[in-house]
């Protein structure tokens, strides 16, 4: 064999195996760059859009109660409605058992109220009891957030209650609302409410929203509930919903007419616990702060979220979860620990929407 052969069988000089090696780095190193940024930026993307429809979820739900409030059946306003009750009054006959008074006298019943809210506090009623906060047949009790608003709403629902024949369709044990067009009445004992087409059925819807500290998943996420009027077997009660995880925080401003003729156009917004004597409520402004559902590693939410009353002027607060953070603005990198779990890690999103009521001047 000769040296020309023996030449060409050498191997891959150190030199040259060295180099290639550096190469083969770099582009690993490179394509491992890029599938983290791929993947970084997609779980942001995840996430946001997860906050997003979390988010118009919410708002969709909350939505029909406050264009409905004030809708009940063929009467126009609720003071044309017999057999409701004021909160401040005794103990309506119509609504009496003890399950439906948990959440307070006559709090089904105050269809004059058709609107109401707690301005950074959970009051609902001065009457509610502890057992208002149970969640029936789980044995789990909810930790609402003191310094939320609250939104309770009272509306008759949008469906007829009709039999097989078409017939208006009374049912014992449920809120309903009798209506024609001159009078209405609440009656649940089930009694023939009219002829028809003359009268019309239609069940009370009460819906009473709030945050609370502790999804029911056990996560230990924040989440956006409801006590709902309903009846379990033959039982009229409140009945504690989850709508969505992951809400932080909601503020609530009330739109109201000052004119002396009303329109229907909101002329101010003020708080809930604001709302002049007599001042017509024709539309509700909310707020709701979103944050994911686990955090991030090297995030740090920097903002300064000042929305609703919750204002800087008030101070500036690392936590809302606290009696003394009400009307505070929120700013998480505030917080002092470190941890993974910190609340500063969290990515949020802020929504606000305005919500006109299409019954503010009656039905």
Not at 32 to 52: F, I, K, M
Not at 96 to 102: D, T
Not at 169 to 187: E, F, G
């Amino acid at each position: 064999m000769n040296a020309r052969n023996l030449k060409r069988m050498a191997g891959l000089s150190l030199v040259e195996l060295m180099v290639a090696l550096t190469i083969s780095l770099v582009l690993i190193f490179g394509a491992t760059q890029v599938y983290v940024d791929s993947r970084n930026a997609y779980n942001l993307n995840e996430t946001v859009a997860r906050l997003q429809e979390n988010a118009r979820y919410a708002m969709s739900v909350i939505e029909p109660d406050i264009r409905m409030s004030n809708f009940w059946g063929l009467v126009k306003g609720a003071s044309l409605v017999g057999s409701q009750a004021a909160q401040s009054a005794g103990v309506a006959p119509i609504a009496s058992n003890s399950q439906v008074l948990y959440c307070g006298n006559n709090f089904a019943v105050d269809l004059n109220t058709t609107l109401q809210g707690d301005n950074n506090q959970y009051v609902l009623s001065p009457t509610r009891q502890a057992a208002c906060n149970t969640v029936a047949g789980t044995g789990w009790a909810t930790s609402p957030q003191t310094s939320s608003d609250t939104l309770t709403v009272r509306r008759a629902s949008t469906v007829n209650s009709v039999d097989a024949g078409g017939q208006p369709l009374s049912l014992v044990n449920v809120l309903q609302i009798c209506s024609t067009r001159t009078a209405a009445r609440v009656y649940s004992d089930g009694s023939a409410c009219g002829a028809a087409p003359a009268a019309q059925v239609n069940n009370l819807i009460v819906n009473a929203y709030y945050v609370d500290n502790n999804s029911s998943n056990g996560n230990g996420m924040p989440s956006l509930r409801r006590k709902a009027l309903v009846t379990i077997g033959t039982v009229k009660q409140f009945q504690d919903q989850e709508i969505v995880a992951g809400v932080e925080d909601m503020q609530v401003q009330f739109g109201i007419d000052t004119g002396v003729t009303p329109t229907g156009v909101a002329t101010r917004y003020v708080n809930p616990n604001a709302v002049p004597v007599g001042a017509q409520i024709v539309a509700v402004r909310v707020w709701l702060l979103l944050r994911a559902d686990a955090p991030e590693p090297g995030f740090i939410d920097t903002r300064t979220y000042e929305y609703g009353d919750r204002l800087i002027a008030n101070g500036t607060v690392s936590t809302l979860n606290a009696v003394g953070s009400r009307g505070m603005a929120f700013q998480p990198s505030l917080d002092g620990s470190n941890a993974l779990t910190s609340i500063k890690r969290y990515r949020r999103l802020l929504v606000c929407r305005t919500f006109q009521v299409r019954n503010a001047l009656g039905t």
